[in-house]
């Protein structure tokens, strides 16, 4: 008999069980969080009905439980779940959007190989969510903009991951000023020039990090009004073609063909309006942000890696000596932790191995630079 086909014991069914229901409650408080905080009426209901389906699986689950005589306990929603939650009441639905498909879409095949899971048509629901998302949009009398519901799958071609790139950006400035610190501690450098380093390296670095990012958003916004003037002249040339595109497109979203043409027709009649929603519907472009703005991004990136690269410096302005460079480590390790911590919302993993790792990478990177540098003072002072 192979493991698979071995009888479970109770108390890893039950274990199995608890799991599940833990999950079904994070999602239910997540998408309840949402639909609070989404101005959107119609998108906080895509959020309540994923929250209501979320819900009745907690109670299969629950009856499972009940089944086999074991109690589900007090569960309470997860720390991750709690910290998104927060994200969200703080920086608005968009900020953590993407992290909750990422771990929706990963989590997707978890029920495939649990039989009461698959015999309650969970996995089915699962992988449904976004279609529901697409019926919703489709059976509404004006139907979501797509960009709209793009946002809410987290997949809207000119967004990005905030918090991602949130948590990344200060990872940059903090691992690379720690380690060009080190690095010139290692040749034996006195505390003056070790904060001039510091100060250099948080500058040049936050720049750098500011130039790239201010380019690249440029650069996307560039493209994406490229775009919508292409789309604008085929709308004057072949209006009949961008009406059967529209046509395609919300047939593709569950909208009987009639209710499809009648819509198409509707909005291609005004080519304002036409061209609004062709750069929403078929590029997936918001035409009122463009992909946002570059200064904003460019501030943005800016702060972050300055917010990182800041921590190996601290130490210098009230110190000296060794005593200094313990301080930079300490903080930097401390920030290393919460930094690998925070990565954790968006990966999946467990909050110590995830803020652990971060930690021994950074170190890592420190004690190699610490080497060389030490290996090129020693060749130098020889």
Request: net charge negative.
């Amino acid at each position: 008999m192979t493991d698979a086909q071995k009888p479970e014991d109770s108390g890893a069914q039950a274990a199995r069980y608890r799991a599940n229901l833990q999950g079904e409650i994070d999602g239910a408080q997540l998408y309840r969080t949402l639909a609070e905080v989404e101005a959107n009426p119609q998108v906080a209901e895509v959020y309540r009905k994923l929250a209501a389906i979320e819900e009745a699986h907690a109670d299969l689950w629950r009856r499972q439980l009940a089944r086999i005589g074991k109690r589900a306990g007090p569960l309470r929603p997860a720390f991750r779940t709690r910290a998104l939650a927060f994200l969200a009441r703080r920086f608005g639905p968009a900020f953590v959007l993407p992290v909750i498909n990422t771990l929706e879409h990963a989590d997707s095949g978890h029920y495939d190989s649990q039989p009461e899971a698959v015999a309650g048509g969970l996995p089915r629901a699962e992988r449904s969510h976004a279609r529901v998302l697409e019926a919703i949009a489709g059976g509404s009398k004006g139907g979501l903009p797509g960009a709209t519901l793009a946002r809410i799958e987290g997949r809207h071609r000119s967004g990005g991951n905030a918090l991602r790139a949130a948590v990344l950006g200060a990872n940059d400035g903090l691992v690379s000023n720690l380690s060009l610190i080190t690095g010139v501690a290692g040749a034996q450098a006195d505390s003056q020039v070790l904060l001039v380093t510091g100060l250099a390296g948080l500058v040049a670095g936050a720049c750098s990090m500011a130039m790239g990012e201010w380019l690249s958003v440029t650069s996307s916004r560039e493209l994406y009004a490229s775009q919508i003037a292409t789309e604008a002249e085929e709308l004057e040339l072949a209006p009949d073609e961008e009406k059967e595109e529209l046509l395609l497109i919300y047939q593709a979203k569950g909208l009987p063909e009639a209710q499809a043409r009648a819509l198409a027709d509707r909005l291609i009649s005004n080519k304002e309006t036409a061209l609004d929603t062709l750069a929403r519907e078929e590029l997936g472009i918001d035409p009122d942000e463009l992909g946002g703005s570059a200064w904003t991004a460019a501030g943005s990136s800016f702060c972050l890696f300055a917010v990182g690269a800041i921590f190996p410096v601290i130490g210098f302005f009230f110190l000296s000596g060794d005593p200094a460079i313990w301080t930079g480590i300490g903080l930097s390790a401390l920030a290393l932790f919460a930094i690998g911590a925070g990565t954790s919302l968006f990966t999946g993993r467990g909050l110590l191995f995830s803020g652990s790792r971060q930690l021994a990478i950074g170190l890592a990177a420190a004690g190699v630079t610490y080497a060389i540098g030490r290996a090129i003072g020693v060749s130098l002072g020889g």
